[in-house]
Structure formats: C-alpha cells, structure tokens
C-alpha cells in the first residue's frame, strides 16, 4: 500500500519533482517529463522513453548518459498526452532526430503518434519503437498484438547506448526493433497493488494462489494457479520463455529476473539459483544479467523473466556504459556541454484570441455548465468506475476521468473568460483533457471534444440538424483514432448508438431535447449489454475471460456523461443580454 502521499491526484506529479530535484545532477524537470541535465556535446539522436507513472525506475530513472536522452511522464499507469511528448521530445532534442520507444499499448500508440507527426511538421525526424515482449498477451501469431512489459529496460538500453555511440536515427531505429523481436518476457503476481489513496488493491488473489500472465498495469494475471516453491517457479518461468525461442542461432543471452514493486531482491536471488542453471543446461551464456527492480509496477508483489538474444551488435550495446539516477554500468566519460539558453521549455500556454457571435457566446455558456456537471459526476463516480476498470483492466479509467474533465472545465472556463464562442471553448476543453488525463480514453475524449467543438464553430447557435452533425463528428474522430467498432468492448459500443439514435430522431422531425434523451437510454442500454461481451481492443483484451459479467467502463462512464449533460446542449441559449 502507498502511504506516503498528499493529495492522490497530485502523486505523479510531487514524485516526479521530488525525484528530479533529488537527482538534479543528471536530470532536470521540463513540462511533461524530465531531460538529461546536460546536452550532449555534439547533435546525437534523442531517444525518448515514456509511459505512466509507477514504474520506477522505468522510466525517469533512466536518464542520463549511455541510456536516455529524456523520459515523458503520464499520470499512474496512464498513457502521457501528445503534448507532453511534444515537449519533452523538443527539450531534448539535439539536432539529430528523435525516437520515442515505448510498451503497445493503445493510449502511447496514439498519443506518441501524434506528437511524431506534430515534430515531423516543423522539420524534426522522428521515428517510434514500441516494445511487444510480453509472451502471455497474445499468441506468436499476433505478435504485434503483445504488451511490452518488462523488455522494455533492453530495448531501451540498446537504443540509448548505440545513440551514444554516434549512430544514426535510421540505425537507432533497426536496433530498437531487433532488440525487440529478440525478446520475450514472462511475469507473475503474488498480489495486487494499491493506488495512493484507496484502501483496497486492484485485484487480490486467494491464499497460497499466484497470478500467471501478468501485465505491469496493475492487472491480474490471465489465471490463477497453486503458489509453487521457488524451484518449481523458475522451472516454469524458464520453460515458458524458452518455448518461444526465436529463429536465431545466438547462445548468448541478455537476461532480466525483475522485482515489480515489493518482491525482495534476496527472494529473486533466490527465484535466480534455479533460473541461471537452468539456462546455462540449455546451452545460454548469460551476458551481464540483471537480478532486481528494474521495470515495477507501484507496490506489486511478484516478479517477471526477460530473455534476449544477442547477436554481436546487441551484445556490444547492451554491454556499453551507462549513468543514471537507478543504473549504472562501467566507466562513464561522456563528454557534455554546459545548460544553455537553447533549453528552454516550450511554452504551450501562450493565451488564444477569440472571435465569436453573441449567440455562440451564450451557447459557450451552457457548454461550460455540461463540463461543470461531467466533472462533477465523474468526481462521484471515481471509485465505481476505477472498480468496474480493475476486473480486467488497471484501475484507472475513473481516476483518468476526473483527471481529464477537470482539466477540460478549467481551460473551457479561461477560454471563456477571453470571449470564446462555444466551438473554441470545447476545442480548448478538449486539449486540456488530453493533456492531462493522458491514456487512451483520455486522448479519444480530448479528439472528440475538439471535433465537436470544430463543427459546432464561434458563429452559430446550434440548431438540432447541426448538433446532431456535431455529436457525429464527436463520434467519427474517436472512431478514427481508436480503429474500435460495435461490439469490441469499448467506449464506441455506446457512443455509436448515441448518434445513430440522435440522427434518427432528429431527422425524423424530433425535438432535440426527447431525441437527446432517447438516445442517452440507448447509449445507457447498449453500455450495460457490453457485460457480455469480451475486449477487443485495450489493456482489457488480454483478460477477456475476466471481464464477461463486467460492463466496459468507457462505454459506462460516455454513457453516464451523456444522459447528465443533455439538458445543457438542448436548451435554448439565454442571449446575453438577459444573464
């Protein structure tokens, strides 16, 4: 349990600090993340690793010379905004290009996606690595399917080293994905963690069971089975990774035994007297191996097994020196220059100059009133969303909501204190939420509201034709980002029938109040029936079994949204003039 906290909304945010300010000598703080504290002496490709919080040492812990060039920081098990991304990326930028490498999950994919195109623009090359390591998370069919968990810290470490010897991007790149299609992780949990702030953890097993197949979210693992003695758990860690050994004639492994967040380094020593030998029987020379805390997952009991298959390319890499806050290795003489004006943060906050109609203005109105009552509810509805996520989930759907919709009602009330109309002021709502509530529910939310707000305009008092327009271009947005339909377990499993059924009744001579509310039962009704279903998509997918007889939570938690902000889309806007 996390017992060292304030608020626990603010957690991520004071460890980062305090953890930069404890190791100001190697890093420094920028907005949404932290950088080395000095920039490489000549133009070297910036590797730049991110995901959530609660991974420590991943991945702030990592910064420095030989590893990375920069760290970008998402909230707890949440996916960091593009924003973030953008600006940790431009601060760390040294003239030679980019990479971002991160674990597949959803919310990264889309949120470093975007950052990517956003650096390409202004003329940065940028390229993404994601890690697939986790064997239990798909089948070696669907390999791009898989998480990355645990070999995450290799293929890092590869890229960050072979950066530091002067490769370029394109070499950087191949690297990352070799290092990756070379490596495999099994993981397994003994118990769940807690978030700062709750009572209970996010899952909890029976006595004397264990989780097998576990992710580094917080989830459970894909089944539970009897807890066996530490030589019958090598032997089955051992057995699983080596059963997916690649195409590839190397005898000479990389190889991690990890702690995931309160498993003590004398049981993994312990856990390793079975696990070294039985790789050496298997014909592997263990080069340089890691037995400790390394990729965690907050307070998690339980511990992974990452194997690498180095050729003598990797092998010259992952051997290379490194100095960082959590790990260091060999002799360091990297030659730095000094902090110099050229790394200043970027400002992403500079005030927006509206122009809008008084009829939009008094319709802005009723939009900040709808983010009002969303924060509001969601505040309420934390903890029932944040249970509904655990089941096969990490825990974080309710905690990133709240997150998201008060971000998105402070910036819609600043925007609307400038003088914007109802379609910047959702714009501007929109990027607040994905800024801050990261995630992939965070980024969908975020995209939606800025398309609602785009097709709604400064100009306009909506009529019912054009909101029912608008609550389209809400749902075609998050249907692009996503690539999710009916039926995979989603968000779009409700959001879908909200705007078939708004059309349908709209166009059918409605009015947009009763057609509003008709299609909030609808996404209502459709949201409940997700509890058969098994994912598709999303952290959740992994664990399908686990989540029959459990609604999805974003389709839970739109569909609430939608029923409570009806009245303040679909009431006649009050001219100013009478406020």
């Not at 000598?25 to 949404?32: A, H, K, M, N, T």
């Not at 030998?277 to 998690?300: C, F, H, K, Q, W």
């Amino acid at each position: 349990m996390t017992r060292i906290f304030n608020d626990p909304a603010d957690f991520a945010d004071e460890a980062l600090a305090g953890f930069c300010d404890a190791h100001s000598d190697l890093v420094r703080q920028v907005e949404g993340g932290a950088v080395r504290r000095n920039r490489p002496a000549t133009p070297k490709v910036a590797v730049i690793t991110g995901g959530g919080s609660g991974h420590y040492p991943a991945f702030a812990g990592i910064i420095g010379p030989g590893f990375a060039d920069g760290a970008v920081v998402g909230n707890i098990f949440t996916s960091p905004s593009s924003q973030q991304a953008y600006s940790v990326a431009k601060a760390a930028n040294s003239g030679a290009g980019v990479v971002f490498t991160y674990g597949n999950y959803a919310g990264d994919v889309m949120n470093f996606g975007m950052a990517s195109e956003r650096l390409k623009a202004e003329g940065i090359p940028t390229e993404n690595v994601l890690v697939t390591d986790d064997i239990a998370s798909a089948s070696i069919e669907e390999a791009e399917k898989r998480r990355g968990i645990a070999g995450d810290f290799v293929v890092f470490k590869v890229m960050g080293a072979a950066a530091e010897a002067g490769v370029d991007l394109d070499s950087v790149v191949r690297l990352g994905r070799k290092a990756n299609e070379l490596t495999r992780t099994i993981g397994t949990a003994f118990s769940g963690c807690t978030f700062p702030g709750a009572d209970q953890p996010l899952f909890s097993l029976p006595e004397g069971q264990m989780g097998l197949g576990l992710g580094i979210h917080g989830e459970p693992g894909l089944f539970d089975t009897e807890l066996p003695s530490a030589v019958e758990l090598g032997q089955e860690l051992v057995r699983r990774v080596l059963a997916e050994t690649p195409s590839s004639d190397s005898k000479r492994l990389a190889v991690i035994l990890n702690g995931l967040g309160s498993t003590k380094h004398e049981e993994l020593f312990v856990l390793w007297r079975t696990v070294a030998p039985l790789l050496r029987e298997a014909g592997y020379t263990l080069v340089m191996p890691e037995v400790g805390e390394l990729v965690t997952s907050l307070d998690m009991a339980g511990a992974s097994l990452t194997l690498t298959w180095l050729d003598d390319e990797l092998e010259q890499y992952w051997t290379a020196p490194a100095l960082t806050p959590a790990y260091r290795r060999g002799a360091v003489g990297f030659d730095v220059a000094p902090v110099g004006a050229d790394e200043a943060e970027v400002d992403a906050t500079a005030a927006a100059d509206y122009s809008s109609t008084a009829g939009s203005r008094a319709y802005a109105a009723q939009c900040l009133q709808a983010l009002g009552t969303t924060a509001a509810l969601l505040r309420d509805s934390e903890s029932v969303l944040g249970d509904m996520d655990a089941i096969a989930g990490d825990g974080d759907h309710g905690r990133g909501m709240v997150r998201g919709s008060a971000a998105a009602l402070k910036a819609a009330a600043v925007a609307f204190e400038r003088g914007a109309g109802a379609g910047s002021l959702l714009a501007a709502a929109g990027d607040a939420w994905a800024d801050k509530a990261g995630g992939t529910s965070g980024v969908l939310w975020g995209a939606g509201l800025r398309a609602l707000g785009e097709r709604l305009g400064d100009e306009e008092t909506p009529t019912p034709d054009v909101l029912a327009r608008s609550v389209r271009a809400f749902a075609d947005r998050i249907a692009g980002l996503g690539k999710a339909e009916i039926g995979d377990k989603t968000m779009m499993d409700a959001l879908l029938p909200f705007a078939a059924s708004l059309e349908d009744r709209i166009s059918s001579g409605i009015g947009a109040e009763q057609a509003w509310a008709a299609a909030a039962a609808d996404a209502t009704s459709a949201a409940a029936s997700t509890a058969e279903l098994r994912p598709l998509k999303g952290r959740a997918r992994p664990l399908a079994e686990k989540s029959l007889g459990t609604p999805d939570p974003g389709a839970t938690s739109l569909a609430m949204v939608f029923t409570a902000v009806g009245p303040h889309f679909t009431a006649a806007p009050v001219p100013a003039a009478a406020n």
